[in-house]
């Protein structure tokens, strides 16, 4: 009968955690590569949300602050926030807005000089849909 002994209980703990915290490192990076490529889809939705919420609408201070709660409605909704200061809405109808989120990592979030990639910030300008 064998027992397992404390050398072997550690050799394989440090072969787990070798092999592990790479591992977690490659899925992070696609993580933060998949929120990259998403965050821009999702500022144009976002965006596109706003404009359609004050179509036709001429443009005030009301229409703006209209236009603004409906992106931060769907911008939450979607894991991200608007930026007030960069919230725009133009007198065609267009709307600019910049988009903030942070990816979730295992990894990046513990590690100070790779936090700051997980912070994500895209700004778009889109038109109103001619549809719907």
């Known amino acids: ?17 070798i092999t592990a915290v ?18 821009e889809d999702d500022a144009k939705v976002v965006a596109r949300a706003a404009a359609d919420a004050v179509r036709g609408q001429p443009l005030t201070q009301q229409t703006a602050l209209t236009a603004y709660e409906e992106a931060d409605v769907t911008a939450r909704r979607l894991g991200a ?4 200061k960069d919230f ?5 109808g267009q709307v600019t807005l910049t988009m903030e989120r942070t990816a979730p990592t295992l990894i990046f ?23 719907s």
């Open 109 to 131: 979030d513990q590690l100070p000089f790779l936090r700051d990639k997980t912070d994500i910030s895209v700004t778009v300008t889109v038109e109103p849909s001619r549809y």
């Open 81 to 84: 926030t608007v930026a007030k």
């Open 1 to 17: 009968m064998r027992i397992i002994s404390l050398r072997g209980a550690t050799r394989a703990f440090v072969l787990v955690v």
């Open 88 to 92: 725009t809405v133009h007198r065609d």
């Open 22 to 39: 790479p591992l977690l490192g490659v899925i992070d990076t696609g993580v933060v590569g998949y929120a990259r490529l998403a965050t």
